[in-house]
Structure formats: structure tokens, C-alpha cells
């Protein structure tokens, strides 16, 4: 545990704990070796502002509850607990929104309990950008990957990141990870938009692109995105991942109002050539098994036509040279 004191972490704030300006979200499950780094992590923080942190522990069988509650008990006008009485995401609860529905704070963070923070003045940084530029929903930054052991496994997750358009976010067009955001607590996103989607983050950034664009603040400290094996994502096999990818974003044209018409082609034609770059990669390795249902997918889809995957082939190209040129570009920086 970190050895600071509740006042020691409020010492500069200049507003009471019973109005923070930020709102952290610790989401955490059977995280007992982790969960310790991660809380410091929040708490080592350093503002003018006051802020709060939400831990809700998704009913855990380890120690994880036991290390929530030690924490909870020695900064009591900072962290606030949910302790879940059984298990709610194997219901479909998306592990993120009882904590948000409880957010005091303008501005929104998330934190998994495995990753951690590594910059003490990350929420300031974050802050101080948000609250001069109002067009502007969401901040966000980049994460190095460690494994269990924090040994380093990448010194980069998202490699090429980058601002992003309130129409980029709405079509789903956007890689932004949850462990290194902050945005504004906006009053359109709900239980019923998030529950039952693996890909719930997509549909997070879809929701906050109605209220703005998203910035990249790189001279934010990269936090710490912990890879496991076990994950539900990493688990499943790329054209499982592909068709939860089409459920998601299904999803987002059909929240589009009527008059996004535009949006909600771009859209179609993004699941077209996502379903191209599938059987080009299919082919380039010889996988004919995954070949083979990438056609069957294609087939026994009331949406996808081969026709439409066809038509898309000139724009997959086209995007492929944009995202070599943007590597070019990133590596010159």
C-alpha cells in the first residue's frame, strides 16, 4: 500500500471532497497480486483539483475484496466501494457502468484492477487540456504491455495513435484504450448501450463522439496494459473476434439518427473491407480452414453480400497505403 496519508494526497487540492472534479473507476476481478499497484497508482496523483476514486470489485473468490476494503478503510473521503454480493458480468453487466452511474465528477477515467498508471501527474496533464479546450470529449495517451510479472513486453500497445474526429468515433474508426483515458461525463451513455457487448469500449467512444473529437497527449508517462492469456478477448480466434467486431458495429449504425445516412455507409463499407482484409490475410498465409469461414460467414449473413466484399477491395487498398504512410510518418517523428 502506498505509504501516503488521505491528507497528505488532498494536501494541494483546492475544492472539497464532496465535489470532485474527476471521477476515477477502478473496474476489478480476481486481481489480488495487481490490485495494490493499481490503487497506488490512482492515489500517487498529484492535483490542484479533488477527485475521487470508485472501486468495484465484480465479486471476487481471492483476497482482492479484503485489499479493496484496507484501502477503502484508510482513505475514506476518496475511495468509495461496490462490492457485488455474486457475479454480474457472467449476467451480461458490463463491469464499467454501476461505477460511472455513481460519478460525481466532470471528467471520467477507468482503470482495470491488472494496469496501473505510471505518471503522477497524468490526471493534471489531462485535465488542464480538457478544461481549455471544449471541443474537444475525450484525452487519452498510449500504454507499454508487461505480463504478470511486469516484465516489459512492448514499449508501445497502440502504435499508431493519434487525434480523432467526432466522425471517426461515431463510425467506430478509432483505437483508444480504456486504461489511459479521461472524458467528460456526458448524460448519454447508459446500462442498456453497454451490457452485452464485448466490445463495449467501441460503443463507449461511439456514444462520447456525439459531444466531440478525442485528443493524443503524447507527453503523458505511457501507463501499463497487463497482457493475460486468459483474457475473454485474446481468447478467441480471429474470425470469432471478427464477428463480435460486426455485432459492435451493427451496433453503432443502428444508434445513428436518420440523417447520419453517410455515416451509417461508411460504416458498411468499414465491415466490407474488414471481411476483405480477413480472406486477403486467409489467403496470404495459406489458412484455407479460416478461408473457408470467412466464405460461410459471408454466406449465412443477411447483411453481407460477396458482391459488397468485392466493391470494397479498391478502398481496403487505398487504406492500406494510408496506414503505411502514417508509419512512415510516425517513425520521421
Not at 490490485?35 to 483476497?63: H, P, V
Request: glycine share 4%; aromatic share 12%.
Amino acid at each position: 500500500m502506498i505509504n501516503k496519508t488521505e491528507n497528505k494526497v488532498m494536501e494541494n487540492w483546492k475544492s472539497s471532497s464532496d465535489k470532485p472534479l474527476v471521477s476515477m473507476c477502478c473496474i476489478t476481478f480476481n486481481h489480488e497480486k495487481f490490485i495494490s499497484t493499481a490503487l497506488d497508482s490512482l492515489l500517487m496523483q498529484e492535483t490542484d483539483f479533488s477527485f475521487e476514486i470508485i472501486i468495484r470489485d465484480d465479486y471476487s473468490t481471492d483476497n482482492t475484496r479484503n485489499i479493496i476494503q484496507s484501502y477503502a478503510e484508510k482513505f475514506p473521503h476518496i475511495i468509495t466501494t461496490i462490492l457485488e454480493i455474486e457475479n454480474q458480468y457472467s449476467k451480461g453487466i458490463n463491469p464499467f457502468i454501476p461505477a460511472y452511474e455513481k460519478a460525481k465528477g466532470k471528467y471520467v477515467t477507468i482503470l482495470e484492477g491488472d494496469d496501473y498508471w505510471r505518471d503522477k501527474l497524468k490526471l493534471q496533464k489531462q485535465v488542464d487540456f480538457l478544461e481549455k479546450n471544449s471541443e474537444y470529449v475525450l484525452s487519452y495517451h498510449n500504454s507499454i504491455i508487461v505480463d504478470k510479472n511486469n516484465t516489459l513486453i512492448s514499449e508501445k500497445k497502440n502504435p499508431s495513435a493519434c487525434d480523432y474526429t467526432k466522425e471517426e468515433m461515431l463510425c467506430g474508426e478509432v483505437f483508444i484504450l480504456t486504461n489511459t483515458v479521461m472524458f467528460r461525463n456526458v448524460d448519454n451513455v447508459t446500462a442498456d448501450q453497454l451490457n452485452g457487448i464485448l466490445n463495449a469500449d467501441t460503443v463507449l467512444w461511439h456514444l462520447l463522439g456525439y459531444h466531440g473529437k478525442s485528443k493524443y497527449q503524447e507527453e503523458i508517462e505511457y501507463a501499463a496494459y497487463r497482457y493475460h492469456d486468459g483474457g475473454v478477448w485474446s481468447s478467441l480466434d480471429n474470425i470469432e473476434k471478427f464477428k463480435n467486431t460486426i455485432k459492435t458495429m451493427n451496433t453503432l449504425k443502428n444508434m445513428l439518427p436518420e440523417h447520419y445516412n453517410k455515416l451509417k455507409k461508411r460504416i458498411e463499407t468499414n465491415i466490407n473491407r474488414g471481411v476483405f482484409n480477413l480472406l486477403y490475410k486467409s489467403i496470404s498465409v495459406l489458412d484455407f480452414k479460416a478461408f473457408i469461414s470467412i466464405i460461410k460467414l459471408i454466406a449465412n449473413s443477411k447483411n453481407l453480400t460477396f458482391l459488397k466484399v468485392f466493391f470494397s477491395i479498391p478502398s481496403f487498398f487505398i487504406e492500406k497505403i494510408r496506414h503505411q504512410y502514417l508509419k512512415l510518418k510516425i517513425k520521421k517523428i
